[in-house]
Every structure is written in C-alpha cells, then in structure tokens.
C-alpha cells in the first residue's frame, strides 16, 4: 500500500499505527510503529484496548515519495515468551545487523523487552527465544552513540508497570510517588556488544529543573510518563518523553547520556487521543518529529495514525514547541 507523504498528515491511512520510531537507514527513512487494531472495546487506564498483534516497517524514499508498507515483520505467535500486547518498538543497527526492540507481556501478565534481528531494515525480523534477562516495563528506545556504544531507554507507568519496580523486583501493588517527591525517571541499560542483554544494571534517569532540584511527581506538565527517546545534536543528548495525563512532549538536555538531564521545554503541544508518543530523526539537512494522533478515527484512543513535521533549533539549542494543527 502507498500514499502520499505530507506534514501533519497520516503517513498511511489503510491501517492504524502509533509509537513511530524513525530512522535513516540505507540513504531512507523507516518508521517502526505500533499496529493499533480496530476494536470496539471500552478504554481504562491500564491500556487494555492497545492490543497489538503484531509489527509493520513503513519506509519513504524522500518526504516527496509515497510511504510503502513492507507489510507483517514480526508476529506475537512467533515469540515464545510473549502473551500479548506488542507495544511501543524501536530499532537500531549495528554489527551489520538489525535489531527491533519491543515490550510485550509475558505469561505471568509482566511486562518486559524484547529483541528481533534481521539483515534488512524492512524485516523480516526473527525474535529471541526469551527477553532480555532483567527487563521490565516498556517503550524501549535505543541510541547507538558515536563511540559505538549501545543505550536502551525505557519504562512508562499505569499500564507500562513501571512504578511497580521501586523495589527492584515486580509489586503489583507498587505505586507512583507522592505528588511532593521525585516522579520516576526513565531507566536506562547499556546494551552488550551484541545488543541483546543488558551490560551492568538498569539505571533511573534523573531529570532535574534549572536549579538541579529534581522533576516532583505532581508536576504533571514536566514530569516523566512514557516514550522516551534521546537523540544527540550539536554534542548535547536530548531526552524527550511524553507526560501522560497533560498530553505533552518535553524535552531535557545533558552533556552524558545517562544523565542527569535538565528540563528545557515543551515540543508538542497535546494532540487529538490520549496517548501521545514521537521520535525525532535528522534526514539529509533537516530535523523532524514523528508522532501519533486519533483524527482518523474521530478520537479514539486505540485507532492512532503516525504523522511528522519539520522540527527546528534556536540557537541556544533548545527546540521550538510545535503546533500539531497548525499548517
């Protein structure tokens, strides 16, 4: 299937996607999103309606070319540790391989990440046979950084469990912070050479304000949810997440991938649907957000369609916030 590329957009219209993860590979871009089905099952606050199935590669010669759908590349029933729910992926290359990372459930209903290979940036991808050994939670985001070294990025609460790993270990009675202490940062992991374990123990990110004090629970403007994701640009590591219930993507800088990372602003304003989930790639000279939001489906919350816009610096290096309904 093909259609047309134009900003703020849906990027396909034949099937329902979200979470897009892109990249340039080989001269192109792929986006690897989530594959919403269309369902008319209530929404609740653990994410039950976001059922996916399965994982499709879209890709785009040039933002003048129409997006191709490489169709079905990874499928739940192929994934032996895998109950449900193939949320939120990511991919990376190295060793003249293709990973796609991804969250889904195991059969004790936790949540953990996942890893498929392929030789082509399309897929095919074969998964595992188990998860990575120490994961948890979800919406993993992986930067191969430019000494090589590899940096999973993950977690995401309510339904991506992740306050429930306060202690270390899985409590399913575990809850978020009070609203006057620290909110729960983003976990990072090294990754081994071969990008499918973790290399030491997951780490929390700290994300702090200008003065150094941490990012407080109840500061639901700023405060991390889900969908992190770190980019680098003039020597600087962005880290950008979406803040849930207040329906932003913000962005906190710092010169060490591991952070700590200071608050710096808003990057898109809320769009229509709950959820709101992006990344940000350089393709030839300029700069773009991909994102998702419900207008094809009128609003609803599982029915999500990907879309991009131009994203620009000032030249302090902050980013400028952007409309998602503005032309």
């Not at 034949?14 to 929404?43: C, N, Q, R, W």
């Not at 403007?221 to 003039?234: M, P, Q, S």
Request: glycine fraction near 8%; proline fraction near 7%.
């Amino acid at each position: 299937m093909e259609t047309k590329t134009k900003p703020n957009k849906p990027i396909v219209e034949h099937i329902f996607t979200a979470d897009p993860s892109a990249h340039v590979f080989e001269g192109k871009l792929y986006i690897y999103p989530s594959h919403d089905l269309d369902h008319d099952e209530p929404s609740n606050d653990n994410g039950d309606q976001y059922k996916m199935e399965d994982y499709h590669v879209l890709s785009m010669d040039n933002f003048e070319s129409p997006c191709v759908d490489h169709g079905e590349v990874l499928h739940l029933k192929d994934i032996p540790w895998a109950k449900k729910q193939l949320w939120a992926p990511d991919a990376a290359y190295k060793n003249n391989t293709y990973y796609l990372f991804f969250p889904a459930r195991d059969h004790n209903e936790i949540f953990r990440l996942g890893v498929a290979t392929s030789e082509n940036p399309a897929g095919p991808f074969t998964p595992q046979e188990n998860y990575i050994p120490g994961s948890f939670s979800i919406d993993p985001a992986v930067l191969v950084d430019d000494d090589n070294k590899a940096y999973v990025y993950f977690g995401g609460l309510w339904g991506g469990q992740l306050e429930k790993w306060k202690t270390g270990t899985f409590d399913p009675n575990g809850k978020e912070p009070a609203a006057d202490e620290p909110a729960l940062g983003p976990i990072v992991a090294e990754l081994s050479e071969d990008m499918l374990s973790f290399e030491g123990k997951p780490q929390e990110i700290s994300i702090v304000d200008e003065n150094g004090d941490p990012i407080l629970a109840g500061d639901e403007d700023r405060r991390f949810f889900e969908g992190a994701w770190v980019h680098k640009y003039n020597g600087y590591y962005y880290l950008s997440y979406s803040t849930g219930t207040t329906h932003y993507i913000v962005y906190a800088m710092s010169k060490n991938p591991q952070g700590p990372f200071v608050y710096k602003g808003k990057i898109l304003t809320p769009v229509i649907g709950w959820t709101t989930h992006h990344s940000i790639v350089q393709f030839e000279d300029k700069w773009y957000l991909f994102y998702h939001d419900s207008s094809l489906s009128d609003g609803v919350n599982h029915k999500r369609s990907v879309k991009y816009a131009e994203l620009h610096y000032n030249e302090d290096g902050t980013i400028q916030t952007i409309d998602p309904y503005k032309e």
